[in-house]
């Protein structure tokens, strides 16, 4: 797999009737039958300029434009990423997340990404801002992508690195919701047990919470699901979370770990979720790992 543009990805330059196997020159422009009808995305604010290097690289070339702190990036973590790129021959941008206002997670080591990226992002921290300039056997080299990454194309990026998840040990996910279930059946309310203190940033409404959990049945303790073994989650700590976790999660501070023990009322309601193993009128029982936020 490699760095986006992913399918349906919007660019910065729309081009939709160009064929897929004629690159635009360098310095060339758009035709207008490219663009003819297209509306551009809304440019987003955040997104940064640009300079391209001089010399075309022969390396990669890591430059951090904004210090980061916390954490540095390994093999095996997800960094959290914004990221604008360009062509570096010319500065012709072919994609952003900024526009989309969807960071993106990269699962370090795990060949998701270009190896301009592999390497580039091994070190990342919270909050730097880093510029790669990528030599194109570093990127897709001789076959390209697209109308604006061609043939053996060097490549430019700005980096905002909003968040370093750490990877899990799978031998760290909980087996059993860490409470006592005798309390769990027929609970009134939304009840919540540090089992780790967390010693970070407090999370806050509507910032993005960085998690892992594993969801237990409340009566069994059975595992309905978990993510203990996947890319961490991104969510949004506001209102479209069941009320169970927004009430839950309160207060919670990075790298803690709670059970949270919710009603049928505060989930999915007395029908509970039968497909998933959740029977009528049974609490459940999270265990979530704020790993980080942003």
């Known amino acids: 797999m490699s760095l986006p543009p992913?399918?349906?990805?919007a660019t910065d330059v729309p081009v939709t009737t160009i064929p897929a196997d004629l690159c635009i020159p360098v310095g060339g422009e758009l035709p207008e039958s490219a663009v003819e009808g297209v509306e551009p995305p809304e440019t987003s604010p955040d997104k940064p300029e640009i300079e391209i290097p001089a010399d075309a690289p022969t390396e990669l070339v890591r430059t951090v434009l904004t210090e980061g702190s916390g954490d540095a990036a390994e093999a095996g973590d997800t960094v959290i990423v914004d990221y604008a790129g360009v062509r570096s021959s010319d500065g012709l941008p072919f994609d952003n997340s900024y526009d989309r206002e969807t960071p993106f997670p990269v699962l370090i080591g795990q060949g998701q990404v270009i190896q301009g990226w592999e390497?580039?992002?091994?070190g990342a921290q919270t909050g730097e801002r880093v510029q790669l300039d990528i030599p194109s056997d570093l990127a897709y080299g001789e076959n390209g992508r697209g109308n604006i990454i061609c043939e053996n194309e060097n490549l430019t990026f700005v980096i905002d690195v909003r968040a370093v998840a750490k990877g899990a040990d799978p031998a760290d996910a909980p087996t059993e919701p860490g409470v006592d279930l005798s309390e769990s059946p027929g609970v009134d309310d939304t009840v919540f047990e540090d089992l780790v203190e967390g010693d970070g940033e407090v999370l806050a409404l509507e910032e993005t919470a960085i998690i892992r959990?594993?969801?237990?049945?409340?009566d069994t303790g059975d595992v309905l699901e978990t993510s203990w073994d996947a890319d961490p989650l991104q969510v949004v700590y506001g209102e479209n979370l069941l009320p169970g976790l927004l009430e839950g999660m309160e207060g919670m501070a990075v790298g803690g770990r709670r059970a949270i023990t919710v009603p049928p009322e505060d989930g999915f309601g007395e029908?509970?979720?039968?497909?998933?193993?959740?029977?009528?009128?049974?609490?459940m029982i999270f265990v979530v790992e704020l790993v980080a936020k942003y």
Not at 119 to 122: A, R, W
Not at 213 to 218: A, D, K, P, Q
């Open 119 to 122: 390497d580039g992002l091994i």
């Open 213 to 218: 959990f594993v969801n237990f049945r409340g």
């Open 271 to 283: 029908a509970g979720s039968p497909d998933a193993g959740l029977p009528a009128d049974t609490d």
């Open 6 to 9: 992913a399918e349906g990805a």
